[in-house]
């Protein structure tokens, strides 16, 4: 088992962040119905307006090549989208366990 952990800093106003974050949030809680290797995924907006990151996600996978599966999915692909030109950081970690 992989899991694919991924934060977001956004970009704007509170509001706009917020914004995206909760439509990205949506989109991404629908892909396990949609990507047959993604086992498992939590979304979380941060809710602690002192720290940096915006949006935390958790994918489990099965192996590390399930990442790019995952990854590569138009699902995924769509999801992602919904960042563009709001993404100002991204941090990831993969590890097996």
């Avoid at 809680?29 to 498992?40: G, Y």
């Avoid at 099965?62 to 699902?75: I, L, Q, R, S, W």
């Amino acid at each position: 088992m992989v899991k694919h952990i991924v934060m977001f800093k956004l970009t704007g106003t509170a509001e706009e962040r917020l914004d995206v974050a909760t439509r990205f949030k949506a989109a991404l809680d629908a892909l396990p119905e949609q990507i047959d290797v993604l086992e498992s995924i939590e979304v979380a907006l941060n809710q602690n307006p002192a720290e940096t990151w915006d949006v935390v996600l958790t994918a489990i996978v099965p192996t590390m090549a399930d990442v790019e599966t995952y990854a590569k999915h138009p699902a995924h692909v769509a999801a992602a989208a919904l960042l563009a030109g709001h993404k100002e950081l991204r941090g990831c970690v993969d590890y097996e366990c």
